[in-house]
Structures are given as C-alpha cells and as structure tokens.
C-alpha cells in the first residue's frame, strides 16, 4: 500500500510538472496572439495602436465612431446568437468543473478582444484567462486527472494567460493562487508560478516585454508614505462602490434578444463621448497614462469627469451583455481619481511624483474592487517595470484599502439585516 501511494505521487508530480512545461509555452503562445489580435483590430478599426505615447488615441473622431457602432452591433448578434444554444462558464466556474464548449468558448473570446480593439468600454484580461482555463480543462482531461487536480490545472492555466497577456507572471500566480483558488499550499504555488513565468516569458518572445505603463521612478520616501496613508482609505471607498457598480451589471446582465439593442444603444452613447475624449475607449490603458501623465491643475476636471465617465460607461456595457473585465478600468478610474489627489496634495507635500501617487492609487483601487490585494499590487508593478522596493509604498496603500472596504462591506451588511 506505501508503494502504491509513492507510486500515485510521483505520477501527480510528474503530471504537474508536464502541465508546467507543455501548457506554460502553449498557453504564452496562446496569450501572445490575443496581443497581435488586439493590435490588428485596432489598425484595421481604428486605423491605429494604443500607447503611452499617445494616450489620447491616434485614431480621427469620425472613425472611432464608426469603429465603435459597428463593433457594438456585430458582438451584439454574436454574443445573441452563442446564448440561443450554450452557456459560456465563467473562470470561476471552469475551475469548479463546469465543461467550456470549445468552439463557443472560442468565438465569445475572441469577441471579446474585437469589442475592446474597436473602442467599447471594457477591460481584455478576461479573454486570455478564460483561454487559459480552457486550455487546462482540456488538457485534464487528456491526462484524466483527478477533480482537485483539474481544479488545479484549469486555475493555474487561467492565471498563465494572464500573465502572458500583461507580462506578469507574480500577478497570474496570485490570480490564480488568491481568486480562485484561495489555497497558498506549496503545491498550489508552486504549479501556479511555474506556469504563469513559462507562459509570460513564452509570450514575451513574440511580442517584447515592454511596460505595459510609463511612470516616474518610485522612490520609497517618508512623503510618499505619508500620501499613501491619505490615498488608502480614499481609495477603499471609491473602489468599495465601483465593486458594486460592477458586480450589480454583472448579475443582472442582458442575456436574452434584448441585447440586440442595448449593446449598440451602449455602444452609440460610448461613441458619442468617444468623439469628443478617446480616452474613456478600450481597456483604459489611454485614461490610465494619461492621469499617470498630469502634471498641474489644468487637468483636474478633465481626469474627474473622465473617471467618472469610464465608470459608468463599463458598467453599463458589462450591463447591456457584453463579456470582459472590469480590471484595467478599475486601474484607469482609480488612477485619474489618485492624479487629482496628488496634484491637491502637491503644496502640502512637495516633491512628490504624480505618477508614482497616481499608479499607486491605481493599485489601492484595483485591490479593493478586485478583492485580490496581493495579485493588485504585484501587478502594478509588473506593469511599470517598477522596482520591488515600491512594494513598501504600495503595500501601505493597498492595506489601508483593504481595510477600509471590508469595514464598508461589514457595515452595509449589518445595515439590510436591520
């Protein structure tokens, strides 16, 4: 009996390390051309490639609506038309061991990327970590593992497309580790970075490595602390009810033919607020360079009607029906809100970087809308390429966060039971 239990575990051991090895590059891959997908459709749509460079959008006023109405109506009768005849699992799910249909899971990710490449309001991270699941759900049962095991994989595998897509292999460990598995044991970490680091180096060799954000240094000094101190909580509260916002248009999402009209009607709204500010397009990486640009008070309305504009919008596209996430948004809107901040903050504690507060600010937001403190903070900075010593700041942040939205959550909670 000993050495058949031996024996049990090392073929567990060694159909993990499989999974490190063959779905961490399959799944980088995988990750790299929902990248060069993205970029596509923004040539081909919008005539142009978002970037730090040019926040703003590089695209004329005319074409981003064009590209942004034809985009709502196409994903509209598509997204109708997968309903009619399947039920897409949500990450969450997969991993719980609902089946994904592959060609279905396939055309609602890729319309996914298409929505956001053309301009709708909506974060892409959900594509790549439903490609991922998928591709480990599959892979399980290849290897005909066991349930925990497939639970496992597919989570791992969700966070390795993660990862892949933003080249951030700590921040897929975590997604994977922290949201949906919330298990920390060695074999759980273990599997979950080793696959999210083969999958991100994987998917860098095909697409570079560059930062995903362009900030200032971030140098750990007692002002810098302090402002963290004095953004935490704020962000706790703004992030608490943009986790609501989101999660309401998620659970009464539009699932039936209505969709038909209110996705473009969505659409037709983004496009005429498009015209005018490009930012609010996309996943937010325009807004979020742009707060992370600001340098006086020139901008402080711009960047408060632009947060508040992207909130709303991204709430009510996930509302209409459209599928995608709400993370970089969340990073655009708490970004803008932490520039404001730090530019009212700026006689009081001089010498301050905007963008290191701003970014900072992003992180504490993400945190709390996210419920996920250690894969926001990972990932912000990933996405600079800022150095680890930035962990102390943005720790501090990111627990006053926290903390301040769980003690939101206790005392609404508290409140309906009266």
């Known amino acids: 009996m000993e050495q058949t239990r031996q024996e049990n575990s090392m073929r567990d051991i060694g159909v993990l390390l499989m999974v490190i090895v063959v779905a961490g ?23 142009g490639v978002e970037s730090v460079a040019h926040p703003e959008g590089v695209s004329l006023p005319i074409r981003r609506v064009v590209s942004i109405l034809v985009a709502s109506f196409v994903a509209a009768v598509i997204w109708w038309l997968i309903r009619r005849r399947h039920t897409i699992p949500s990450v969450g799910q997969a991993v719980h061991g609902k089946s ?45 593992v066991s349930t925990q095991d497939m639970a496992l994989i597919t989570a791992c595998c969700a966070g390795a497309g993660f990862a892949g897509v933003y080249d951030a292999p700590l921040a897929g460990m975590f997604f994977a580790v922290e949201m949906l598995l919330v298990d920390v044991s060695i074999r759980t970490v273990g599997v979950a970075l080793g696959t999210s680091v083969i999958a991100a180096f994987s998917a860098s060799l095909i697409r570079g490595n560059a930062a995903f954000y362009h900030i200032d240094p971030i140098v750990v000094s007692p002002r810098l602390i302090a402002m963290c101190m004095i953004i935490g909580p704020i962000m706790g509260v703004f992030g608490y009810f943009f986790r609501r916002g989101t999660s309401w248009a998620s659970q009464h999402q539009t699932r039936s033919i209505h969709i038909l009209w209110q996705l473009p009607l969505v659409g037709t709204v983004t496009a005429a607020i498009a015209f005018y500010l490009p930012q609010i397009m996309g996943n937010g990486r325009g807004l979020a360079q742009t707060a992370y640009n600001a340098k006086n008070h020139t901008v402080i309305i711009l960047l408060l009607v632009l947060a508040v504009l992207k909130t709303v919008i991204t709430i009510a596209t996930v509302k209409s029906g459209a599928s995608g996430g709400v993370l970089t948004p969340a990073i655009a809107a708490g970004g ?6 730090a530019i009212c903050a700026t006689p009081f504690l001089p010498g301050l970087s905007i963008s290191v507060v701003a970014l900072i600010a992003s992180a504490a937001f993400l945190a709390t809308s996210q419920k996920a403190p250690l894969m926001a903070s990972c990932l912000m900075i990933e996405l600079s390429h800022s150095s680890v010593h930035a962990l102390v700041a943005v720790g501090t942040a990111v627990a006053l966060s926290v903390l301040v939205s769980h003690t939101l959550t206790a005392f609404f909670s508290q409140r309906n039971l009266r």
């Open 25 to 47: 590059p399959l799944i980088g891959v995988a990750a790299a051309s929902l990248s060069l997908l993205l970029e596509m459709t923004q040539h081909v749509m919008l005539g």
């Open 336 to 341: 803008a809100i932490g520039a404001v901040i």
């Open 100 to 144: 994904m249909p592959v060609l279905a899971s396939l055309v609602h990710i890729i319309a996914q990327i298409f929505i956001v490449g053309s301009g709708l309001s909506i974060g892409r991270e959900t594509a790549p970590r439903e490609l991922g699941a998928l591709i480990g759900q599959k892979l399980s049962g290849l290897l005909r």
